[in-house]
DNA sequence: TCTATTGTCCTAGGTAACTAGAACACTTTT
DNA sequence: AAAAGTGTTCTAGTTACCTAGGACAATAGA
């Protein structure tokens, strides 16, 4: 599990760590017993304080999806894989071939990013 | 056009107030000479204020999208859709088409999001 | 037991961003 | 000419977040 922090898009570096998890739980690459990166190794890994770093396994943990054991880690604890690997990769690949098409049609990744959430957001007002 | 401003998303207001208007410009909602709201329009309908609009309004004039005259208002300058419109609508309509796929899976719009951020990343890579 | 590793806590300081309120300059409309 | 509306500027204060550095507590392994 490697993170990227992106200083300068406003969000706050703790807060893009748990977000990052969080993705990372709902696409199955972290599963129940992993354990998540040491506090002093993502210091290393992406010039972040310590603190930065106790904040957002914190607010992890406070939402249940890890538990930190002092002296030992912090691991994952709960999934949230949304559906069966197989609809997800059927899903997955169509979403590439679309972005295929989009790419062609001369949209860049801020268009298409543009684009979904207009979708989405149409959608979910219809709920 | 109308602004929706997310505290706690951990964006800075005045620069989710530069991207939509960037995204409405690359989804053709907005055009070359339309007027966007006043400031003190703003200041009411989004409860920041003047100080945060102006700081938004003057990057986007930094960057050539917008011009603002004294007096009048702040008018949009240059254009920014990078599709014809037809194709436009057709990648609307089999994104649609796909959301409600995704949708019909479990998916909801957090694990839409992630998807389509990996997938966007994998073929940005790949360049 | 001893040592290294890990999570945790604390204090102090700095910066970016927002808020508040007032005033000024220019344009448009009446 | 007058009034209303608009962008603009200024100062002061507040808050959230990050940084730095050090120290403590619990666990795992030699």
Redesign the interface.
Known sequence: MEFRIDRG????PY?QVVRQV??AL??DWLKPGDRLPTVRDMVKSCGVNANTVLKAYRELELSGLVEARQGSGTFIRAALG??PPE??EQ??K???E??????A????????????????N???EQR
Chains 1, 2 share one sequence.
């Not at 898009?9 to 706050?12: I, K, L, Q, R, T």
């Not at 049609?105 to 989405?120: F, K, P, Q, W, Y």
Request: charged content about 35%.
């Open positions: 898009s406003g969000v706050p807060m969080r993705e709902r696409l949304s559906a609809a997800m899903l997955r169509r979403l590439h679309w972005v295929g098409e989009a790419r049609s001369g949209l860049d990744n801020e268009d298409i990013d543009a684009l979904v959430r207009t979708v989405l149409d959608k979910g």
